[in-house]
């Protein structure tokens, strides 16, 4: 079992940053992020490919959020620039041990507690 904790949420203005930690401990093939706001479902915003590093957005955050890993640390990046009050939400970190048909073409079994990101206006 992948165990997960997220770090580095916050409050920020509209058009600020934040940067998302992970930490990992386990063995995985992909990694990603998604986005949850109460009554509303569970959004998928990047994933990687932790072997050879290749990334997925989707057009939603493409261009303001970059998913990264340092692979030493085991712990993965999500990078969120040009922040927007619909970014708000809860941020789950996700780990997955094979592919699938999920975020990313993986399938995630793992999940970090969540941290909380919200953007006002």
């Known amino acids: 079992q992948v165990q997960l904790q997220e770090s580095g949420g916050g409050s920020v203005q509209s058009g600020g940053s934040l940067k998302l930690s992970c930490a990992a401990s386990?063995?995985?093939?992909?990694m990603a992020w998604f986005r949850q706001t109460p009554g509303k479902e569970r959004e998928g915003i990047t994933a990687?490919?932790?072997?050879?590093?290749?990334?997925w957005y989707p057009a939603s955050v493409k261009g303001r959020f970059t998913i990264s890993q340092d692979k030493a640390k085991n712990t993965l990046y999500l990078q969120m620039n040009s922040l927007k009050p619909e970014d708000t939400a809860m941020y789950y970190c996700a780990a997955a041990s094979d592919y699938g048909l999920e975020l990313g073409g993986c399938e995630y079994n793992d999940w970090g507690q969540g941290t909380q990101v919200t953007v006002s206006s």
């Open positions: 990687i490919n932790t072997g050879i590093g290749s990334t």
């Open positions: 386990g063995d995985t093939r992909c």
